[in-house]
Antibody
Framework: QLQLQESGPGLVKPPETLSLTCTVSGGSVSDTDYYWGWIRQPPGKGLEWIGHLHYSGRTYYNPSLESRVIMSVGTSNNQFSLRLSPVTATDTAVYYC?????????WGQGSLVTVSS | QTVVTQEPSLTVSPGGTVTLTCTSSTGAVTSGYYPNWVQQKPGQAPMSLIYSTSYKHSWTPARFSGSLLGGKAALTLSGVQPEDEADYYCLLYYGGAQVWVFGGGTKLTVL
C-alpha cells in the first residue's frame, strides 16, 4: 500500500523559504509511470494545485505560483520536495503531497504550515 | 484566468440521488479535461473518488459515478448515505497550459 508523508517546519517567517519533503513508502519516486505533486488548502478554504513533477525532472507549476516555486525529486531517500519563496501570510495552508497515476490517487495526510513573524 | 465552477452547496435526503456538476470558464468540459472528483470530510485529507471522467478507484463506493452532462463534468451519488456528507471538489486538466485547476468545492449536506 502506497503511503505519502509530508514533513517540514510548521512555522515559517516571511519572507523566508517554505521547504517541505514528501517521503514515499510502498512505492518508488523513480517509477516513470507516475507523477508526484503538491496541493495546498488555506484554513477554511478550497484546494489549490501547486504543481507536479516527474522523475525525469520535468516540472509543471501553477502559473500564479511559478515564480516562487521549485520542486525536485531525490531518489536516495525516496522523497520529493517543495520549496516556496518568498512566503507571505497568504501561503499559510495545509500542504498535501500526492501521486498522479491517471488520477490524483494517493494523498498524504497533510502538513500545516503557518507563515507568521 | 481559468475558473472552474461548482455548486457551493447541495442538500440531499438519505437514500436519495444527487448530481454535482463542474463547469469550465473556457467552454464545454470534455474527456480531454480528465475530470477528477475528490471527497473531503471534516478534519481529514482529501480522497480521490473518480478520475478521467468516470473511472473509479478500488476504494470508491459503487454508489458514486462520474460522467459528462451537457458540457459539464458530473458526479452522481445514488442511494446517498449519511457518511457521504462532505465537501466535493472537481479538478480539471488544461492541456494547453499543462495545468490543473480545482473547482471551489460543493458542500453536500445529507438531511
Amino acid at each position: 500500500q502506497l503511503q505519502l508523508q509530508e514533513s517540514g517546519p510548521g512555522l515559517v517567517k516571511p519572507p523566508e523559504t517554505l521547504s517541505l519533503t514528501c517521503t514515499v513508502s510502498g512505492g518508488s519516486v523513480s517509477d516513470t509511470d507516475y507523477y508526484w505533486g503538491w496541493i495546498r488548502q488555506p484554513p477554511g478554504k478550497g484546494l489549490e494545485w501547486i504543481g507536479h513533477l516527474h522523475y525525469s525532472g520535468r516540472t509543471y507549476y501553477n502559473p500564479s505560483l511559478e515564480s516562487r516555486v521549485i520542486m525536485s525529486v531525490g531518489t536516495s531517500n525516496n522523497q520529493f520536495s517543495l520549496r516556496l519563496s518568498p512566503v507571505t501570510a497568504t501561503d499559510t495552508a495545509v500542504y498535501y503531497c500526492v501521486r498522479y497515476s491517471g488520477g490524483w490517487d494517493y494523498w498524504g495526510q497533510g502538513s500545516l504550515v503557518t507563515v507568521s513573524s | 484566468q481559468t475558473v472552474v465552477t461548482q455548486e457551493p452547496s447541495l442538500t440531499v435526503s438519505p437514500g436519495g440521488t444527487v448530481t454535482l456538476t463542474c463547469t469550465s470558464s473556457t467552454g464545454a468540459v470534455t474527456s480531454g479535461y480528465y475530470p477528477n472528483w475528490v471527497q473531503q470530510k471534516p478534519g481529514q485529507a482529501p480522497m480521490s473518488l473518480i478520475y478521467s471522467t468516470s473511472y473509479k478507484h478500488s476504494w470508491t463506493p459503487a454508489r458514486f459515478s462520474g460522467s459528462l452532462l451537457g458540457g459539464k463534468a458530473a458526479l452522481t451519488l445514488s442511494g446517498v448515505q449519511p457518511e457521504d456528507e462532505a465537501d466535493y471538489y472537481c479538478l480539471l486538466y488544461y492541456g494547453g497550459a499543462q495545468v490543473w485547476v480545482f473547482g471551489g468545492g460543493t458542500k453536500l449536506t445529507v438531511l
